[in-house]
């Protein structure tokens, strides 16, 4: 399973950003979709993710972002709003199905004026 995500980018405090993820490859099914970020010296930690119906959301990411999926594309997709500078940080796609979780590459998000 490789995971292609995109979207990252330059944006002022504020502003917003969507972020895309698309899978492909040879997989059976994909339960679990959804972001993680990631700063210097910190660990990894969740965004937002959606398994089936259910999403869950980061307590700093509530009422900014939203999580969503097409499933017929296998696409996840993250709308930013309301974009603060502590928001900085590489964010990585994250896929979960069959026994197996699969990582993107990576997209920088930078809030900055």
């Known amino acids: 399973v490789q995971l292609q995500a995109s979207g990252g980018g330059l944006v002022q405090p504020g502003g917003s950003l969507r972020l895309s993820c698309a899978a492909s490859?040879?997989?059976?099914?994909?339960?679990?979709m959804g972001w993680f970020r990631q700063t210097p010296g910190k660990q990894r930690e969740l965004v937002a993710i959606t398994s089936g119906g259910s999403t869950n959301y980061a307590d700093s990411t509530k009422g900014r972002f939203t999580i969503s999926r097409d499933n017929a594309r296998n696409t996840v997709y993250l709308q930013m709003s309301s974009l603060k500078p502590e928001d900085t940080a590489v964010y990585y796609c994250?896929?979960?199905?069959?026994?197996?979780?699969?990582w993107g590459q990576g997209t920088q998000v930078t809030v900055s004026s």
């Open positions: 994250y896929a979960y199905g069959s026994g197996n979780g699969y």
């Open positions: 490859g040879t997989f059976s099914s994909i339960r679990d």
